[in-house]
């Protein structure tokens, strides 16, 4: 059974830091894409970040520059590092894994950015 733990969500400042982590469990997913997706109130899920089995990465344009996508293979992990963080980013960020057709989602943590 696949199951996606995510950890390390908050409340920060605008201007601060926060690292999403999501440890992926059940199966070998070297091959897959994870990635995370966000959906503030009110709003559609959007992506933020992906990182594709090449080592590729793609991120969303409004956090390129500010937001780091990284992955473990060996550990089954994949880490959003975000910095320099603004109110519009405030939602909850879920880990997505798609592994044999099929897209795997975490429970979701909240991140709240605000003064």
């Known amino acids: 059974q696949v199951q996606l733990v995510e950890s390390g969500g908050g409340l920060v400042q605008p201007g601060g830091s926060l690292r999403l982590s999501c440890s992926a469990s059940?199966?070998?997913?070297?091959?897959?894409?994870m990635g995370w997706y966000r959906q503030a109130p009110g709003k559609q899920r959007e992506v933020v970040a992906l990182?594709?089995?090449?080592?590729?990465?793609t991120y969303r344009d409004s956090v390129k520059g500010r937001f780091t996508i990284s992955r473990d293979n060996a550990e089954n992990a994949v880490s959003l590092q975000m910095n320099s963080l603004k109110p519009e980013d405030t939602g909850v960020y879920s880990c997505?894994?798609?592994?044999?057709?099929?897209?795997?989602w975490g429970q979701g943590t909240q991140v709240t950015v605000s003064s």
């Open positions: 997505n894994l798609h592994y044999l057709g099929i897209a795997y």
């Open positions: 059940g199966g070998d997913f070297s091959t897959s894409v």
């Open positions: 990182s594709f089995s090449n080592g590729g990465t």
